[in-house]
């Protein structure tokens, strides 16, 4: 049988395989792939997995893709260097 | 969806998971549900951390108990729970911290820990990133045997190996009532219509615990108290072990995975508040970088929030409840329920199927807050 190499999330190297083996296993929440697969959890923050993610979980449970609710975003939207956030002085401290 | 069983568990967290492994191994039939999905709640939010240099005698001992069971968890689940030891280093900053620590470091060896009190100078070959004037410490603690597991993978093994052995788990279901005859627990209502019976219901439901207490009257002291917390790119592995600070309140370690992640208090208000702050990361952020000058070229991924689950004294409520047979609460866990969950699930499970004492339930059951002296955990952070 071919297997689905397909690459889903880059950040974290999972591939379609990967998340249809853990759906069957019964991880059919979003928020539980992403806690089982580290899906979503690199610097693209789900950008671009979650899309295909949702995709997939249609096709297997059978739910519509608008029922199929998106993770929590989490900020900083794009990564932010820990220099550039404590680079700003209070007015106590200068 | 079974119609009876011995006992129904409410909360799909490290506890509850934990919990209905332990007493379907005893044989007893066992039900849990979950509002929303497993480690929907504090567990999925928790920092990893397995700490075993506490201030109260109970805590340490739960927490060495733990541990013994952490590292045969993975073999014991069959699942690699990701466990770990690289020790956890608490900072000491002044005379006062030297005094609690040396107080500290004495009951913990009595219980058989190896802990040592380290120099200045020798923070660093611990931790090589750290900065220990700009930490402001004049000494650590260090026990080599704390560590970290993976929360999830740790929740997910135990629902699994509990659902091998006959228990049922629900997610997205609700317990919407219980149900109480002469002062003893009947069973409980779930989605405002079928009614399951039972006569033992452990509440592991969190923050939540207070809200799932109140439906027959039971008054929980608990607190939900917001937590913030962050997550670092992936670096290649550094440092092992935990840093925390009592004084500061901050705590990070690096992951298997390379992150790091940490938090330091700010929210001092309870309430169901989620939404992360700019304070939190701008205070998270300078702390991190005067602990860590060298960790101000890493990049921040994400920030989010969780809940501590608060008692007044910071430790949890443990045990059946006093007024109402049946009712045993598994929760106030004041952010450490993930690594006190395997001693504390034990002696629970061995209570409900056995009707075992122990005096860690005595001490940490729910009428110890009617009187007015109190033993206070001094060791939080987070």
Redesign the interface.
């Known amino acids: 049988m071919k297997k689905r190499k397909a690459i889903v999330c880059r950040c974290e190297d999972l591939t379609e395989e990967d998340v249809v083996e853990a759906i069957e296993e019964g991880?059919t929440?979003i928020?539980?792939l992403r806690?089982?697969l580290?899906l979503g959890?690199?610097?693209c923050?789900g950008r671009v997995c979650i899309q295909i993610v949702r995709k997939i979980l249609q096709k297997y449970t059978g739910k519509e893709i608008s029922k199929i609710p998106l993770p929590?975003s989490?900020?900083?939207t794009i990564?932010?260097?820990?220099?550039t956030?404590?680079c700003?002085k209070d007015e106590k401290e200068s | 969806m079974k119609k009876k069983v011995d006992v129904v568990i409410i909360g799909g967290g490290i506890n509850g998971c934990s919990l209905a492994n332990h007493l379907s191994k005893k044989n007893m039939d066992v039900i849990l549900f979950e509002k929303n999905?497993?480690?929907?709640g504090a567990t999925?939010s928790c920092g990893a951390g397995i700490r075993q240099q506490w201030s109260t005698k109970e805590n340490t001992k739960l927490a060495i108990d733990s541990v013994k069971i952490f590292e045969k968890l993975s073999k014991e689940l069959d699942r690699d729970i990701e466990f770990r030891q690289g020790g956890y280093l608490v900072a000491i900053h002044d005379e006062k911290d030297m005094k609690q620590a040396e107080k500290n470091v004495e009951m913990q060896r009595s219980l058989g820990l190896k802990v040592d009190i380290l120099k200045p100078e020798e923070i660093t070959e611990v931790v090589p990133i750290l900065d220990v004037k700009g930490m402001d410490a004049i000494g650590a603690t260090f026990c080599p045997t704390d560590g970290h597991a993976n929360p999830?993978?740790t929740t997910?093994a135990y629902a699994t190996a509990a659902e091998k052995k006959g228990a049922e788990i629900n997610?997205?279901t609700s317990v919407t009532d219980i149900i109480v005859k002469n002062k003893q627990i009947t069973g409980v209502k779930i989605n405002d219509k079928d009614i399951i019976k039972a006569d033992t219901v452990v509440n592991s439901a969190g923050v939540w615990s207070k809200e799932i207490a109140k439906k027959i009257g039971v008054n929980l002291p608990n607190e939900p108290l917001r937590k913030e917390i962050i997550?670092?790119?992936?670096l290649k592995p550094i440092f092992e072990c935990m840093v925390i600070s009592f004084k500061d309140g901050i705590y990070f370690s690096q992951q298997k995975?390379g992150h790091i992640v940490g938090g330091i208090p700010l929210e001092k208000k309870p309430g169901f508040r989620t939404i992360?702050t700019f304070d939190f990361?701008?205070h998270m952020?300078?702390t991190?970088?005067r602990y860590s000058p060298v960790?101000?070229?890493?990049?921040?991924?994400?920030?989010?929030t969780g809940f501590y689950d608060v008692t007044p004294d910071a430790r949890p409520i443990l045990g059946e409840t006093p007024e109402i047979k049946g009712f045993i609460q598994c929760n106030g866990f004041s952010g450490h329920g993930f690594m006190l969950s395997p001693m504390v699930t034990k002696i629970l499970s061995e209570y409900i199927s056995d009707k075992k004492p122990n005096d860690i339930l005595d001490n940490l059951n729910l009428n110890r807050f009617k009187d007015k002296k109190i033993d206070y955990e001094k060791s939080v952070v987070g």
């Open positions: 991880y929440d928020e539980e806690k089982k580290r959890m690199g610097p923050q929590t989490r900020p900083p990564p932010i260097s820990l220099g956030l404590s700003d | 999905y497993l480690t929907s999925g999830f993978l997910f997610t997205h997550a670092t790119e992936r995975e992360p990361i701008k952020s300078k991190l970088t960790l101000k070229h890493v990049k921040i991924l994400r920030h989010w």
